[in-house]
């Protein structure tokens, strides 16, 4: 399995009522720096500049340099440029953020749309079937996480998905489950916009492990067939010397032991016909 960040920071730009939208995704715990988009430059005496949370929140505002009470230790102006740092981003941060000057008339100068993003967690892998047509591997996979799970039937150099992904209500939208093939793998990615996770498995060993099953299966029918074999023929043996070592008279069709002899000569020759096949099986999957 492997894990790692896609990237601590990652932005989008939209337009949105005449102004550039930026959306940003942050890993949680991280901290991020929003810039102004635009040039500012601020009337003594007459302009504010106030960075505020979803339009309502104020986050810090210049002049006097400020930072309101709800983000005191977690967010700092940067006077030189009017830009914001964040930090130490947690879920509910996400939201929308403005710059705005205040002064005449109100102005953006900035806006950005941040979400915050949890690691994710770990896949697993599952593999539900094996198969070989023609010489080539077919494996059914499931890969799982996070209340959200995709099945695959993959060969070789390609998966395709098998029905619908099943996503919990909590999971509607991200993380990403995808499964491909790579390098003689099978691969389950498990991403959102800010880190990913894997668990891969060989399709060689998948085929070989399969196999190992198969004959150890094959193995078991065919030695517990052998054992019924053996009591049965141990069973005549005894019939047989406590009637003086002798078989009684066939002629007779109706004695009981004529007719018990008779089942375990059937009993013999259809489990020795399954032994047979046994044998053929094992030599076929040792090819």
């Not at 205040?102 to 100068?109: H, L, M, Q």
Request: charged share 20%; proline share 2%; net charge positive.
């Amino acid at each position: 399995s492997q894990f790692g960040y896609l990237q601590k920071l990652k932005m989008c730009t939209f337009s949105f009522k005449g102004f550039a939208e930026t959306s940003v995704f942050v890993l949680k715990g991280q901290d991020v720096r929003l810039n102004v988009q635009t040039n500012v430059t601020l009337k003594e005496d007459v302009d504010v500049l106030f960075w505020k949370f979803n339009r309502s929140v104020n986050v810090v505002k210049y002049p006097p340099k400020v930072t309101f009470e709800r983000y005191r230790g977690r967010a700092e102006l940067i006077v030189g440029d009017f830009s914001l740092l964040l930090k130490n981003l947690q879920e509910e941060d996400s939201g929308l953020y403005d710059a705005v000057v205040s002064g005449n008339k109100d102005r953006n100068v900035a806006r950005y749309l941040i979400e915050v993003q949890g690691i994710v967690e770990f896949p697993v892998l599952t593999v539900d079937s094996v198969s070989s047509i023609n010489g080539t591997c077919n494996v059914t996979v499931t890969c799982r996480g996070q209340n959200t799970s995709v099945t695959s039937s993959c060969n070789s150099s390609t998966c395709s998905q098998v029905g619908r992904e099943s996503r919990g209500a909590e999971t509607s939208t991200v993380p990403l489950l995808s499964v491909y093939v790579a390098g003689g793998s099978i691969i389950c990615n498990h991403s959102n916009q800010v880190s990913w996770a894997n668990d891969t498995k060989e399709i060689k060993i998948i085929y070989q492990e399969d196999h190992t099953y198969r004959v150890i299966l094959i193995l078991i029918v065919c030695g517990i067939a052998i054992i019924i074999i053996i009591i049965i023929i141990i069973i005549v043996l005894i019939r047989q010397k406590q009637n003086g070592g002798k078989l009684p008279n066939a002629a007779n069709k109706q004695d009981d032991f004529t007719l018990f002899t008779q089942c375990i000569q059937e009993s013999i020759q259809t489990h020795f016909l399954h032994i047979l096949l046994c044998y053929s099986l094992i030599l076929k999957c040792i090819k």
